[in-house]
């Protein structure tokens, strides 16, 4: 029991909160928690739990992403432009898809060739991914899908795409060597390569895959709301850092799961659409996201130094 | 300070460069009145750099400045003006910096005594005082600032605006404690090794919360000489001035990860960064090239960055 | 830690004990028509919330739910502004059975889909203040359409510069490149341009919802343009930014500066002369009718097409499926001083 806390402790807690918060939001507001109402509001939130996966595993090699968001813009935009000049929607979603990529890439390769800081790279490429998004868009809105490509991935696609690649993402992880290697990289990088751990292909790697998720959201979010513009992806980076690390992944890496990153959005979408659901203030929602980060961190590290020393 | 590192020479390259190109396609760039109001855009956003690269060169972040900002106005705002406090020059000044304090205290408790990454702790605080901030104007904004605190952001003293003075002083009082007091040496002795700068007994705790402490106050400070320069107090003021801050601060040079950098640098890059807007505006390109503002933003910081980089690596092969 | 979990879980088991309060068994569905002396609720969303803009036209709607005595108001909004997040709104209130929603309609390419959708599920919906496609709402309570906004502003700036052919370099600091409104408006206002030839658009800056930046835009524009005579500020900060630009420069009534926006925040610029006009509607007004339109709506007492709208503050012009606020207001040095929102 002890070494399972020990192991989980954080989706430990977390599991009790959305415990908590399920009995408060039952006792204030039942009609939140009915399948219909869930079900619209599931729905919202699956982007920002694709673009979390990638984001979990750069946070676990003590590596960070801030461009996710605007390699979402970018994606979605490459993918209206191109269904704008009649190309089959499959098309245009593999245009979306190398878009988004290649600006993962850029990421991967600046960050392990030129041993930059991550948080200085993607910062830099945030605004030049942003940037090109509303250039070559002009800022404009793009509209009108293929009612198919709307019905097929708005719907269960999505879903699909979420659970296959959460579940490829925990294996991964947790069982292969690549996986092990991705925590020896946040724990002690130096170490790590000197065990002959190829660091610099595992972060090109997976930044690559940030921008390939966060492209896969673009396709997403335009068959859902059938528009894109260039600012879709706006604040999604912040969002994304706060669900994961409120998952229990270490910001400084070397800890980290994909089952707690997820549960972190979870946690967060639900109380953000409660409150708005029950309060109608937006404002108040601010307040309560913040609040959440902060207590459920002061909770962890206390209770963490007592498990440490035990 | 030692003698200009080439550090910071990526950076002045660039700045001296793009300076050199707008100066000559529009010969009204470095007139004198465009210098001055140069200086005063410059001014908010030097004084808090000097604060963020404390915390910066200490191993942290801090990026809750912007919706601290927009909290510190809005404090500002709502005790100067006469249809709501109505509170005296002073009130209104020493209220801002010591909320400015305070809440710079309360990072500084997050990060030192609850273990929380800053990071996190200060990504909690801008989302958090960005909803008290929304709470305290409720929908309303602040159109009355009376004339004795617009002076503080409008006014002149001995021929030198006010916030340019003001920002002079904060980093003359930044470098004289970076580079000649033992608070400084701390602050580079533990960001470059913590655990060395324990074992050797520094007060790591009392120099990050101290840290913590001084970034609040500036953004107090940043607040009185540039919401007052505006005649609107509204609850949006601040937004994304975080990510400017630590950009500038990267961009000049100071690493990430703590230990290295110098404010000269962190100075050049506030300088690059503000003067590229207005440099697109000079350039006289038309409507159409605003659409490409912010691609040309994003890839002057990335060639500041690795120009850094690359001739940092040069250096180093050169010395081989 | 491992008192923790058990303490934790009793808790909220203790909170499940006490069981759904009476106030939280209301059900979802919203779709009958509602029966005399239920209360209908109604929604009123704005473009972004925490803007006076949008703070007095809820006074003004919070006003009409009072008189009205059977409207049960919520109001809110994204303090962001985001589309996204008005759609997210939208979708909740659909669920929580609203009766009518009044919408602000920030972006009609996100929220028309979601409006259609609400329409589907038997919620009525009225667009208010900006509108969105006509199929996806039943009535516009219209204060003015995105046409005489644009075609207003650069008349407005024509009068202001004056002589028969109004001459001079013009700019114009809008909100964010992608905010949907203010790029419409801009159409109408390129297209209202080619009437005044002499007027010739330099440059257009976008001031990302930020004060200071379109502050320091317009000030940066006199210089770079030296001939610049008029900026358009078309969003709520943009335009006190850019009047303080003009006037900080000295160049009160040399560089003439208009835009939309509340008497109370652009007061002092009219009275030092800085800004010559301010065009707008009274906001309190505006939220008031919607609420009134919300609530025949609700009724079914109002159709398109129907000749008029009888309000408690007078008769209203229809214009198809239009309910007209009737003529905006130009504020003046000499008027100003009578209105307050």
């Given at each position: 029991m002890k070494a399972f806390l020990g192991r989980f402790r954080q989706e430990a807690v977390l599991l009790v909160l959305l415990a908590a918060f399920v009995a408060v939001a039952w006792r204030l507001d039942p009609t939140f928690l009915t399948p219909k109402v869930q079900g619209t509001l599931v729905k919202l939130v699956l982007e920002l739990a694709v673009i979390a996966l990638p984001v979990t595993l750069i946070v676990i090699t003590g590596g960070i992403?801030?461009?996710?968001?605007?390699?979402?813009?970018?994606a979605a935009v490459a993918f209206g432009l191109a269904a704008e000049r009649g190309t089959p929607w499959p098309l245009?979603?593999?245009?979306?898809?190398?878009?988004?990529?290649?600006?993962?890439?850029?990421?991967?390769?600046?960050?392990?060739?030129?041993?930059?800081?991550?948080?200085?790279?993607?910062?830099?490429?945030?605004?030049?991914?942003?940037?090109?998004?509303?250039?070559?868009?002009?800022?404009?809105?793009?509209?009108?899908?293929?009612?198919?490509?709307?019905?097929?991935?708005?719907?269960?696609?999505?879903?699909?795409?979420?659970?296959?690649?959460?579940?490829?993402?925990?294996?991964?992880?947790?069982?292969?060597?690549?996986?092990?290697?991705?925590?020896?990289?946040?724990?002690?990088?130096?170490?790590?390569?000197?065990?002959?751990?190829?660091?610099?292909?595992?972060?090109?790697?997976?930044?690559?895959?940030?921008?390939?998720?966060?492209?896969?959201?673009a396709v997403s979010y335009a068959a859902r709301r059938n528009t894109v513009k260039a600012d879709i992806g706006h604040g999604m980076e912040l969002d994304v850092v706060t669900a994961i690390v409120l998952g229990g992944t270490s910001i400084t890496g070397g800890?980290?799961?994909?089952?707690?990153?997820?549960?972190?959005?979870?946690?967060?979408?639900?109380?953000?659409?409660?409150?708005?659901?029950?309060?109608e203030r937006d404002e108040i929602n601010l307040i309560v996201i913040g609040g959440l980060l902060i207590l459920a961190l002061v909770a962890n590290s206390a209770f963490g130094k007592k498990t440490d020393s035990a | 300070?030692?003698?200009?590192?080439?550090?910071?020479?990526?950076?002045?390259?660039?700045?001296?460069?793009?300076?050199?190109?707008?100066?000559?396609?529009?010969?009204?760039?470095?007139?004198?009145?465009?210098?001055?109001?140069?200086?005063?855009?410059?001014?908010?956003?030097?004084?808090?750099?000097?604060?963020?690269?404390?915390?910066?060169?200490?191993?942290?972040?801090?990026?809750?400045?912007?919706?601290?900002?927009?909290?510190?106005?809005?404090?500002?705002?709502?005790?100067?003006?006469?249809?709501?406090?109505?509170?005296?020059?002073?009130?209104?000044?020493?209220?801002?910096?010591?909320?400015?304090?305070?809440?710079?205290?309360?990072?500084?408790?997050?990060?030192?005594?609850?273990?929380v990454p800053s990071i996190v702790a200060t990504l909690g605080m801008l989302t958090v005082l960005r909803g008290v901030t929304e709470l305290v104007l409720h929908g309303e904004w602040v159109t009355d600032l009376p004339p004795f605190i617009r002076q503080l952001g409008i006014g002149v003293s001995g021929g030198v605006p006010n916030p340019v003075l003001v920002a002079l002083l904060v980093v003359a009082v930044s470098i004289t404690l970076a580079s000649l007091t033992p608070w400084g040496r701390r602050v580079y002795a533990i960001g470059s090794n913590p655990e060395a700068a324990k074992v050797r007994g520094l007060p790591v705790k009392q120099v990050k919360l101290a840290a913590f402490a001084l970034m609040g106050l500036l953004t107090g400070v940043a607040v009185l000489v540039s919401a007052p320069q505006l005649s609107v107090v509204e609850s949006g003021y601040g937004t994304g001035w975080e990510l400017f801050v630590v950009t500038c601060v990267v961009v000049g040079g100071v690493s990430i990860t703590g230990g290295r950098g110098s404010l000269w640098g962190v100075l050049l890059g506030v300088a690059l960064l503000s003067i590229i807007r207005t440099a697109?505006?000079?350039?006289?390109?038309?409507?159409?090239?605003?659409?490409?503002?912010?691609?040309?933003?994003?890839?002057l910081i990335l060639t500041a960055v690795l120009g850094d980089r690359v001739s940092a690596r040069r250096r180093a092969e050169v010395g081989a | 830690m491992k008192a923790l979990v058990p303490a934790l879980l009793a808790a909220a088991l203790l909170v499940v004990g006490c069981g759904p309060t009476s106030d939280g068994t209301k059900t979802a569905s919203g779709t009958g028509a509602p029966t005399a002396g239920k209360k209908f609720k109604v929604y009123l969303l704005p473009k972004q919330k925490g803007v006076p803009y949008f703070t007095s036209c809820a006074e003004g709607a919070e006003d009409a739910a009072k008189e009205l005595g059977d409207i049960e108001l919520t109001y809110d909004g994204p303090t962001d502004g985001k589309p996204e997040a008005a759609a997210e709104m939208i979708e909740k209130w659909v669920l929580k059975g609203a009766d009518v929603i009044a919408v602000s309609c920030n972006d009609p390419q996100v929220l028309g889909p979601v409006l259609k959708k609400a329409r589907d599920q038997g919620v009525k919906v009225i667009t208010w203040d900006?509108?969105?496609?006509?199929?996806?709402?039943?009535?516009?309570?219209?204060?003015?359409?995105?046409?005489?906004?644009?075609?207003?502003?650069?008349?407005?700036?024509?009068?202001?510069?004056?002589?028969a052919e109004p001459t001079g370099q013009v700019a114009i600091v809008t909100a964010r490149l992608t905010a949907a409104n203010q790029n419409e408006w801009m159409v109408h206002m390129k297209e209202r341009l080619k009437k005044y030839p002499?007027?010739?658009?330099?440059?257009?800056?976008?001031?990302?919802?930020?004060?200071?930046?379109?502050?320091?835009?317009?000030?940066?524009?006199?210089?770079?343009?030296?001939?610049?005579?008029?900026?358009f500020g078309i969003s709520s900060v943009a335009f006190p930014g850019a009047a303080e630009a003009v006037k900080q420069a000295g160049k009160s009534g040399k560089v003439l500066v208009t835009g939309l926006a509340t008497p109370n925040d652009m007061r002092s610029y009219v009275k030092?002369?800085?800004?010559?006009?301010?065009?707008?509607?009274?906001?309190?007004?505006?939220?008031?009718?919607?609420?009134?339109?919300?609530?025949?709506?609700?009724?079914?007492?109002?159709?398109?097409?129907?000749?008029?709208?009888?309000?408690?503050?007078?008769?209203?012009?229809?214009?198809g499926d239009n309910v007209l606020l009737g003529d905006p207001i130009v504020f003046t040095k000499d008027n100003i001083d009578q209105f307050n929102f």
């Amino acid at each position: 029991m002890k070494a399972f806390l020990g192991r989980f402790r954080q989706e430990a807690v977390l599991l009790v909160l959305l415990a908590a918060f399920v009995a408060v939001a039952w006792r204030l507001d039942p009609t939140f928690l009915t399948p219909k109402v869930q079900g619209t509001l599931v729905k919202l939130v699956l982007e920002l739990a694709v673009i979390a996966l990638p984001v979990t595993l750069i946070v676990i090699t003590g590596g960070i992403d801030l461009s996710v968001g605007a390699s979402m813009s970018l994606a979605a935009v490459a993918f209206g432009l191109a269904a704008e000049r009649g190309t089959p929607w499959p098309l245009a979603a593999v245009c979306a898809l190398v878009a988004g990529a290649l600006a993962g890439m850029l990421n991967g390769w600046i960050v392990s060739r030129a041993r930059i800081h991550p948080l200085i790279v993607t910062l830099a490429t945030m605004s030049a991914y942003f940037g090109l998004a509303e250039g070559i868009s002009r800022a404009r809105p793009i509209s009108g899908f293929d009612p198919a490509f709307q019905s097929l991935v708005a719907g269960p696609l999505m879903f699909f795409v979420l659970a296959l690649a959460a579940a490829g993402a925990a294996l991964w992880l947790s069982r292969t060597v690549k996986g092990q290697a991705v925590f020896a990289i946040g724990l002690n990088e130096k170490a790590a390569r000197f065990s002959a751990i190829d660091v610099d292909k595992i972060k090109f790697w997976l930044y690559t895959l940030a921008g390939t998720a966060a492209a896969v959201a673009a396709v997403s979010y335009a068959a859902r709301r059938n528009t894109v513009k260039a600012d879709i992806g706006h604040g999604m980076e912040l969002d994304v850092v706060t669900a994961i690390v409120l998952g229990g992944t270490s910001i400084t890496g070397g800890r980290g799961t994909i089952g707690g990153s997820l549960l972190g959005i979870l946690i967060v979408h639900e109380v953000r659409q409660f409150v708005s659901w029950h309060w109608e203030r937006d404002e108040i929602n601010l307040i309560v996201i913040g609040g959440l980060l902060i207590l459920a961190l002061v909770a962890n590290s206390a209770f963490g130094k007592k498990t440490d020393s035990a | 300070m030692k003698k200009l590192p080439a550090r910071e020479l990526g950076v002045g390259l660039v700045l001296f460069v793009l300076v050199l190109a707008v100066q000559l396609a529009n010969p009204a760039f470095l007139r004198p009145e465009n210098v001055r109001d140069l200086l005063i855009q410059c001014a908010p956003f030097a004084i808090m750099a000097c604060g963020m690269t404390f915390v910066i060169i200490l191993g942290e972040i801090d990026i809750s400045v912007g919706s601290m900002a927009g909290l510190l106005a809005a404090a500002l705002g709502t005790w100067a003006s006469p249809s709501h406090g109505g509170r005296p020059l002073l009130d209104c000044v020493f209220g801002v910096l010591f909320l400015g304090l305070a809440l710079g205290l309360v990072n500084g408790l997050l990060v030192v005594f609850a273990r929380v990454p800053s990071i996190v702790a200060t990504l909690g605080m801008l989302t958090v005082l960005r909803g008290v901030t929304e709470l305290v104007l409720h929908g309303e904004w602040v159109t009355d600032l009376p004339p004795f605190i617009r002076q503080l952001g409008i006014g002149v003293s001995g021929g030198v605006p006010n916030p340019v003075l003001v920002a002079l002083l904060v980093v003359a009082v930044s470098i004289t404690l970076a580079s000649l007091t033992p608070w400084g040496r701390r602050v580079y002795a533990i960001g470059s090794n913590p655990e060395a700068a324990k074992v050797r007994g520094l007060p790591v705790k009392q120099v990050k919360l101290a840290a913590f402490a001084l970034m609040g106050l500036l953004t107090g400070v940043a607040v009185l000489v540039s919401a007052p320069q505006l005649s609107v107090v509204e609850s949006g003021y601040g937004t994304g001035w975080e990510l400017f801050v630590v950009t500038c601060v990267v961009v000049g040079g100071v690493s990430i990860t703590g230990g290295r950098g110098s404010l000269w640098g962190v100075l050049l890059g506030v300088a690059l960064l503000s003067i590229i807007r207005t440099a697109l505006i000079f350039l006289r390109l038309g409507d159409q090239a605003s659409y490409w503002e912010r691609a040309i933003q994003g890839v002057l910081i990335l060639t500041a960055v690795l120009g850094d980089r690359v001739s940092a690596r040069r250096r180093a092969e050169v010395g081989a | 830690m491992k008192a923790l979990v058990p303490a934790l879980l009793a808790a909220a088991l203790l909170v499940v004990g006490c069981g759904p309060t009476s106030d939280g068994t209301k059900t979802a569905s919203g779709t009958g028509a509602p029966t005399a002396g239920k209360k209908f609720k109604v929604y009123l969303l704005p473009k972004q919330k925490g803007v006076p803009y949008f703070t007095s036209c809820a006074e003004g709607a919070e006003d009409a739910a009072k008189e009205l005595g059977d409207i049960e108001l919520t109001y809110d909004g994204p303090t962001d502004g985001k589309p996204e997040a008005a759609a997210e709104m939208i979708e909740k209130w659909v669920l929580k059975g609203a009766d009518v929603i009044a919408v602000s309609c920030n972006d009609p390419q996100v929220l028309g889909p979601v409006l259609k959708k609400a329409r589907d599920q038997g919620v009525k919906v009225i667009t208010w203040d900006a509108d969105a496609s006509q199929d996806s709402r039943e009535l516009f309570v219209n204060q003015a359409t995105p046409q005489q906004i644009g075609y207003g502003l650069v008349d407005a700036m024509a009068k202001d510069l004056g002589g028969a052919e109004p001459t001079g370099q013009v700019a114009i600091v809008t909100a964010r490149l992608t905010a949907a409104n203010q790029n419409e408006w801009m159409v109408h206002m390129k297209e209202r341009l080619k009437k005044y030839p002499k007027m010739q658009l330099v440059d257009v800056k976008p001031s990302n919802e930020d004060q200071k930046l379109a502050f320091e835009v317009s000030r940066d524009l006199m210089k770079a343009y030296p001939d610049l005579k008029g900026i358009f500020g078309i969003s709520s900060v943009a335009f006190p930014g850019a009047a303080e630009a003009v006037k900080q420069a000295g160049k009160s009534g040399k560089v003439l500066v208009t835009g939309l926006a509340t008497p109370n925040d652009m007061r002092s610029y009219v009275k030092d002369g800085t800004v010559k006009s301010v065009l707008l509607w009274n906001t309190k007004d505006l939220g008031f009718l919607t609420i009134e339109v919300a609530e025949a709506v609700a009724k079914g007492a109002l159709k398109p097409n129907a000749p008029y709208f009888m309000s408690h503050r007078g008769e209203k012009k229809m214009q198809g499926d239009n309910v007209l606020l009737g003529d905006p207001i130009v504020f003046t040095k000499d008027n100003i001083d009578q209105f307050n929102f």
